[in-house]
């Protein structure tokens, strides 16, 4: 399978904000982006709304979004599950795929699930194997793969010890999350080529530009084979539950970037802005953290 970008703006882009969006308006920031060529976007969160009030209402924004595009071909929309109950609340909603999340350490497990390392594992394995039975696409996201922003340091051991538990199950899917933007070309070599080593799950990298290394993060995962890589319209995004954790790569700035290093992910960065530039107005921000928007395509 070649390259392809997941659109994360709807879900990582948009649930730090402090302008909450209704789900409405996030519905149609995901009709923009399909009209602008995404096919797989990470679509809703389903956690609790007192946790992250501004992913309120996964199911009406599953309700309204499209299915397919007008030149018809299929949408897939993915699902954040970060437990159980969220994974049956997705399901009723007919998510194409489910995002399940592992952390690496146990501080930030605590504060992002509640749980312990140990104890969120093991209801993964659980849902793994819920979802797949329904027959959906299934993804597990080891989060603070690159670094926690409470303890610092994650070792290489710390992330295989999240792959050896989920692998068994036979996942289709294991991304790997620089969660705070703190990780370097290296450092992506080396957790990719570890993972590979014990699993034949596609390879998906999430990376933030916090630190100004996450489009050659995103360039390294694709040079070592990585299918896909997430991105966020207009650069927004960041964890409620993490500390600094600002700025998902942009959408457009990546596909720049992949297209002049001669990758093709079959979308244009004119096309991209327009998404961007919406959703920037309906944020209330001055300007996208995305240069593209700014500087604009090369050549003109």
Same mark, same amino acid.
């Given at each position: ?11 990582? !882009?948009? *649930? ?18 399909? *009209? ?19 992913? @309120? ?5 599953? #309700? ?5 595009? @007008? /030149?018809?071909? #299929? ?34 497990? *605590?504060?992002?699930? %509640? ?15 819920? @979802? ?50 703190? %990780?370097?070309?290296? /450092? ?11 699993? /034949? ?14 489009? #050659? ?13 997430? @991105? ?19 959408? &457009? ?10 990758? /093709? ?20 921000? &001055? ?8 500087? !604009?395509?090369?050549?003109?």
């Amino acid at each position: 399978m070649s390259t392809h970008i997941v659109e994360v703006g709807p879900r990582d !882009g948009l *649930q730090n904000e402090a302008t909450v969006l209704s789900p409405g308006e996030r519905a149609e920031f995901v009709r923009r982006l399909v *009209q602008a060529g995404a096919r797989r976007i990470e679509t809703a969160s389903f956690v609790h709304p007192k946790r992250v009030p501004q992913m @309120a209402g996964a199911e009406e924004v599953m #309700a309204e979004v499209p299915r397919t595009a @007008a /030149d018809g071909s #299929a949408v897939s929309h993915i699902g954040l599950v970060l437990n159980e109950r969220g994974l049956e609340r997705a399901l009723a909603a007919e998510c194409d795929e489910v995002n399940l999340v592992a952390i690496t350490t146990e501080t930030f497990s *605590q504060r992002n699930q %509640g749980a312990s390392v140990t104890d969120v594992l093991d209801a993964t394995t659980r849902m793994l194997k819920t @979802a797949k039975a329904e027959g959906v696409f299934t993804s597990v996201t080891i989060s603070a793969a690159f670094g926690c922003p409470f303890e610092g340091e994650v070792s290489t051991e710390q992330v295989m010890r999240v792959v050896r538990a989920v692998a068994p199950e036979e996942p289709d899917e294991i991304a790997l999350a620089d969660t705070i933007g703190v %990780g370097v070309p290296v /450092d992506v070599s080396r957790l990719v080529r570890a993972v590979r080593n014990e699993t /034949d799950a596609q390879l998906r990298a999430h990376f933030h530009n916090t630190r100004n290394t996450g489009y #050659a993060n995103a360039l390294m995962a694709a040079a070592e084979g990585v299918v896909a890589l997430d @991105a966020s319209s207009g650069g927004f995004g960041g964890c409620p539950f993490a500390p600094a954790a600002t700025g998902n790569i942009a959408t &457009e700035d990546l596909v720049y970037a992949l297209h002049r290093s001669g990758i /093709d992910v079959g979308l244009t960065v004119e096309d991209l802005v327009g998404p961007a530039d919406w959703i920037t107005q309906k944020l209330g921000a &001055e300007e996208a953290p995305a240069l593209l928007g700014r500087a !604009g395509n090369f050549p003109g």
